[in-house]
């Protein structure tokens, strides 16, 4: 698949999220891209991976690109950045990671939610 392809895929998917439920996360994203598996996510979710990259089907320099088409999407439709922490099982003692570097910015991406902020206000 090509950047474009790739590109309108997300977009689409973002606005299918937004409009169903308000907001659209990456890691959703990412498994409704069919690049991320229900398994390799609740495996992650329960400590038993490392980081989420470890259990994608795509590699790091296109989880990148992902991972700015939308935030570029979510800052021209107007979508509220919302970092969201991601726990081991929803405990706040264990913090999980996304990325195999740890790195801030992309942990940081990885990590934040759009919001649009006129859910529940259109008719």
């Not at 950045?81 to 990671?97: C, D, E, Q």
């Not at 996304?98 to 859910?119: A, C, P």
């Given at each position: 698949?090509?950047?474009?392809?790739?590109?309108?895929?997300?977009?689409?998917?973002?606005?299918?999220?937004?409009?169903?439920?308000?907001?659209?996360?990456?890691?959703?994203?990412?498994?409704?891209?069919?690049?991320?598996?229900?398994?390799?996510y609740r495996e992650w979710l329960e400590g038993r991976v490392p980081y989420l990259e470890k259990v994608l089907?795509?590699?790091?320099?296109?989880?990148?690109?992902?991972?700015?088409?939308?935030?570029?999407?979510?800052?021209?439709?107007?979508?509220?950045?919302?970092?969201?922490?991601?726990?081991?099982?929803?405990?706040?003692?264990?913090?999980?990671?996304?990325?195999?570097?740890?790195?801030?910015?992309?942990?940081?991406?990885?990590?934040?939610?759009?919001?649009?902020?006129?859910?529940?206000?259109?008719?």
């Amino acid at each position: 698949m090509n950047d474009k392809d790739l590109e309108k895929k997300i977009k689409d998917e973002m606005e299918r999220e937004i409009a169903e439920r308000g907001y659209a996360a990456p890691a959703d994203l990412l498994m409704a891209l069919g690049y991320l598996d229900k398994g390799g996510y609740r495996e992650w979710l329960e400590g038993r991976v490392p980081y989420l990259e470890k259990v994608l089907r795509l590699g790091p320099q296109k989880v990148l690109r992902l991972l700015a088409v939308m935030s570029a999407h979510a800052k021209k439709e107007g979508y509220k950045p919302s970092r969201t922490v991601y726990s081991k099982n929803g405990a706040p003692t264990v913090i999980l990671r996304f990325s195999r570097s740890g790195n801030d910015v992309i942990e940081g991406q990885f990590s934040t939610h759009y919001i649009d902020k006129y859910w529940g206000l259109r008719d």
